[in-house]
């Protein structure tokens, strides 16, 4: 005789509650297993949001090279650069030519820090203007004496100091530094540290075609994708290590520090996910083995459902039933109590954190998967009672 769907739930859900302290012990492992899967997955995604978060309020992905001893950095290591390295989108280079000088416009003047800067640099960097343009490769090539200034400089020079007066575009106006004039062509955001503050920035070409100087502080290289940073940054290291043989040469991306936070939150969040699949494993053997125990107890019930015509499958799916009844149980209670305590940690930490429905169902569909396959091995030897020995038994 065939039972329907409803009787078969029904009997699994007396099944249940016959052994009720079992049951719940069974659930609490799996409840434990899930709670810990759920709460590494979340870890990750929280960790890795926040990388996000910082990883946006960056510069673009660069390399910064400079060198330590007699040798200098030149244009002509530009040139190297971009002909031997593979993967580059830009490749520029700057030099802090003068430090402290007087900037004056009209009867205003301020101390500046002069930086001479090749073509490629603003690319590298990602630097935007705010107003104005940057530099052109004309301007590069035909020396011309134009600038670009950052915000600080602009309020120095250009903003308004008390009613009366007015604020003055600073674009196609003229600044002069040591008696000889440079026509503002852009303003740049003012970046963070005092080395990029109050600065007046010119063509490489234009203070070499003043001073006959190539030398530069700084070389910057910006992939083509993130990704490839750390080894185009080795490359460069090497190459400039061959041809100049300084005594030290130090290059670090910008995003180095991020890099290492992100690694380390990997190798925790790869332990716990570990130690989590673990917890999880115990769960399911706890599912094993109330249904190994429930076989044995009910070996007579067994009996009488075959000889009465229950079919194999029948058996077989009442106590894989009981094990999905359990990890779900366990699995929802697990994800829900996760998802409360992770909006009361962000909450209070302010984190960022979206439930993911795709964390949920992955955490969900393990519980499932682990129960019932700890399940299904008793189940099945539970099918396979003969029906006359477990009447007599």
């Known amino acids: ?9 029904s009997m699994t859900s007396s099944s249940l509650r016959g052994n009720l302290l079992r049951s719940s012990l069974t ?57 031997r390295l593979i993967g580059w989108r830009a490749i520029g280079g700057v030099a802090f030519a003068n430090w402290g000088d007087d900037l004056r416009f009209r009867d205003r003047t301020t101390e500046v820090r002069l930086q001479s800067i090749s073509s490629g640099y603003f690319d590298a960097l990602g630097t935007v203007a705010m107003k104005g ?48 004039p440079y026509r503002v062509v852009g303003v740049i955001k003012s970046s963070s540290g005092w080395v990029n503050q109050n600065v007046l920035l010119i063509p490489q070409s234009t203070y070499y075609a003043s001073t006959a100087s190539r030398d530069l502080s700084w070389l910057i ?36 520090d991020i890099q290492e936070k992100q690694t380390i939150l ?6 716990l996910l570990l130690l989590a699949g673990i917890s999880l494993l115990v769960g399911g053997v706890g599912i094993a083995n109330i249904t190994i125990a429930s076989v044995t107890e009910r070996t007579k019930e067994i009996g009488l459902r075959r000889a009465i015509g229950a079919t194999y499958y029948e058996i ?3 106590f894989i039933l009981e094990a999905v009844f359990l990890s779900l149980l366990g699995g929802v209670a697990a994800i829900i109590t996760v998802h409360g305590l992770t909006v009361l940690v962000t909450d209070n930490l302010e984190l960022p954190y979206q439930f993911e429905p795709t964390t949920a169902v992955f955490s969900l569909g393990s519980a499932l998967l682990v129960g019932v396959g700890a399940g299904f091995f008793p189940a099945l030897q539970a099918s396979k009672i003969d029906p006359v020995k477990a009447l007599r038994s």
């Open 1 to 9: 005789m065939s039972l329907s769907p409803f009787d078969l739930i």
């Open 27 to 83: 659930t609490l492992g799996v409840f434990m297993g899930v709670f810990a899967v759920t709460a590494s997955l979340q870890v990750r995604s929280i960790s890795s949001q926040v990388v996000a978060e910082e990883l946006a309020k960056k510069d673009v992905p660069h390399v910064r090279i400079s060198l330590w001893g007699e040798q200098e950095l030149q244009l002509e290591h530009v040139e190297l650069l971009k002909q």
């Open 266 to 271: 990997d190798m925790v969040s790869n332990s």
């Open 316 to 318: 077989v799916l009442q």
């Open 133 to 180: 343009n940057l530099f052109s490769d004309t301007e590069h090539e035909q020396y011309r004496s134009v600038a670009i200034i950052d915000e600080l400089l602009e309020t120095e020079l250009f903003k308004a100091k008390n009613s009366r007066e007015k604020d003055i575009n600073p674009i196609g106006q003229r600044v002069y530094m040591q008696g000889k």
């Open 221 to 256: 290289i910006r992939p083509k994708e993130a990704k490839d940073l750390e080894r185009l940054g080795k490359q460069a290291e090497q190459l400039l290590q061959e041809r100049l043989q300084p005594r030290f040469i130090r290059q670090r991306n910008n995003l180095q």
